[in-house]
């Protein structure tokens, strides 16, 4: 799993590996790793997220298997273009 940007600096890191069988049980694994971090939910979920090279859109997390060696990235919302 990598971070970028704003979501890197609320998770306090840039990567970490977080085993799950889906992306909604890795989301609430990493919500609780770090919820002692101020503001990383709010910041996560303003994120666009990506498994491989395919984004999630307004999938449901919890239909979005996850194999190993898959690679979530979250990305927030940059300015500009």
Do not use: N
Not at 9 to 38: C, K, M, N, T, Y
Not at 40 to 57: K, M, R
Request: with cysteine; hydrophobic share 40%.
């Amino acid at each position: 799993m990598h971070y970028w940007a704003s979501a890197r600096a609320a998770a306090g890191q840039a990567e970490e590996r977080v085993p799950a069988g889906s992306l909604a049980e890795l989301l609430e694994e990493i919500s609780r790793r770090h919820r002692d971090r101020d503001r990383f939910d709010d910041v996560i979920a303003s994120c666009s997220i990506l498994v491989g090279d395919t984004p999630v859109g307004a999938r449901d997390p919890a239909t979005i298997t996850l194999h190993p060696g898959d690679t979530v990235e979250l990305l927030p919302p940059f300015a500009g273009g």
